[in-house]
DNA sequence: AATTTATGTCAACATAGCTGACATATTCGA
DNA sequence: TCGAATATGTCAGCTATGTTGACATAAATT
């Protein structure tokens, strides 16, 4: 089967050597951020096993610990989710204690959030192992190694999510998603 | 409804105040990290939509591009996923052309893994916008700054993982797993 | 009063994990 | 050489979590 490039089995072009930099993309990295995050998400996966829970769960009891009081469509808006995906998994934690619906006390139609003392036990149960794990990731990294950490993941996200300011792009649509 | 701490509705002990950094725990990179990997992968997968695969097939292309002959056992370490969650995937990534099996030339059971030119041109493909979304976040950021966020990522992965040295910690069980 | 908004809910479906059981071919060790 | 171990494939069924579409209700808005 030759020296380079390809191979040829039932006449379909087989290729033997690897993608790679050569290719003009930077792959290193890519595959560090897979890694770096199937096991930063493998820490609270192996508590939730215990509790019944998955992770969807645990999205919804962080982003409700995180800010008490936001109403079901900003979580919608943060977790990209459609409604049906969320009543699922946050019916089964308003039913097993861990966060409680408030009606709006301005606007009363909205179901505002909030954790019990159950779902903040949980919430901070499920954070601490990953912070463990970033803290050790950060410990041989000086002050501007820790900063160049934060812009390079705050560039990586879209600009039009986090930090407020909702985008007017759909004000129409009825937002069913 | 009160000062701070604690809200009292059905006996039922509800927080207003939110989880954060007294807690101890560093919320702000793990939220960094949920968003960014969130938008990192969401690239891919708008590509992937018009092509009819998922992430499960983004995933076995992408290696199988970056090791042309890797063995099913190696891809399925490096995944972390069943051989039955695999087989699924792959099988119609075989069927449609982007990959090819070859038996082992040494061990003849093997069957080595080939990405086709096809193979070869979706993994780039999906590999281009991630690659693009990265040279972004980068680009404020000198010598040293990129070189604390690949360490950073490293040190996020368990060291059990990459970088050859098959772990022995279980080598009975015949590891279907 | 009519419409819009915030939310809930039912039903059906897709993807991608999982477990368990069993089949086949090949290699290896006694 | 024969039996065990290994590499892989496959069938069947289950779970978690996402999706669409349709419709219901209460409260706010016009």
């Given at each position: 089967m030759s020296h380079r490039g390809a191979i040829n089995e039932e006449s379909i072009q087989v290729l033997d050597h690897p993608m790679g930099q050569a290719d003009g993309v930077d792959f290193e990295i890519i595959e560090l951020l897979f890694f770096a995050y199937r096991d930063f998400i493998s820490d609270p996966d192996a508590i939730l096993d215990t509790s019944g829970f998955g992770r969807a769960h645990h999205r919804v009891v962080h982003f409700v610990n995180r800010?008490?009081?936001?109403t079901v469509a900003a979580l919608l808006d943060t977790l990209k989710i459609t409604k049906q995906s969320l009543a699922r998994v946050l019916k089964q934690l308003i039913d097993s204690g861990y966060i409680v619906q408030i009606a709006g006390p301005?606007?009363?139609?909205q179901r505002r959030l909030f954790p019990t003392v159950r779902g903040r036990d949980l919430a901070l149960a499920l954070a601490r192992p990953q912070s463990c794990r970033i803290a050790n990731a950060m410990e041989g990294l000086n002050e501007s190694g820790r900063a160049a950490v934060k812009t390079f993941l705050s560039g990586m996200i879209n600009s039009a999510n986090r930090s407020g300011a909702a985008d007017q792009s759909d004000a129409k649509e009825g937002q069913d998603r």
């Amino acid at each position: 089967m030759s020296h380079r490039g390809a191979i040829n089995e039932e006449s379909i072009q087989v290729l033997d050597h690897p993608m790679g930099q050569a290719d003009g993309v930077d792959f290193e990295i890519i595959e560090l951020l897979f890694f770096a995050y199937r096991d930063f998400i493998s820490d609270p996966d192996a508590i939730l096993d215990t509790s019944g829970f998955g992770r969807a769960h645990h999205r919804v009891v962080h982003f409700v610990n995180r800010e008490p009081g936001l109403t079901v469509a900003a979580l919608l808006d943060t977790l990209k989710i459609t409604k049906q995906s969320l009543a699922r998994v946050l019916k089964q934690l308003i039913d097993s204690g861990y966060i409680v619906q408030i009606a709006g006390p301005e606007d009363r139609r909205q179901r505002r959030l909030f954790p019990t003392v159950r779902g903040r036990d949980l919430a901070l149960a499920l954070a601490r192992p990953q912070s463990c794990r970033i803290a050790n990731a950060m410990e041989g990294l000086n002050e501007s190694g820790r900063a160049a950490v934060k812009t390079f993941l705050s560039g990586m996200i879209n600009s039009a999510n986090r930090s407020g300011a909702a985008d007017q792009s759909d004000a129409k649509e009825g937002q069913d998603r």
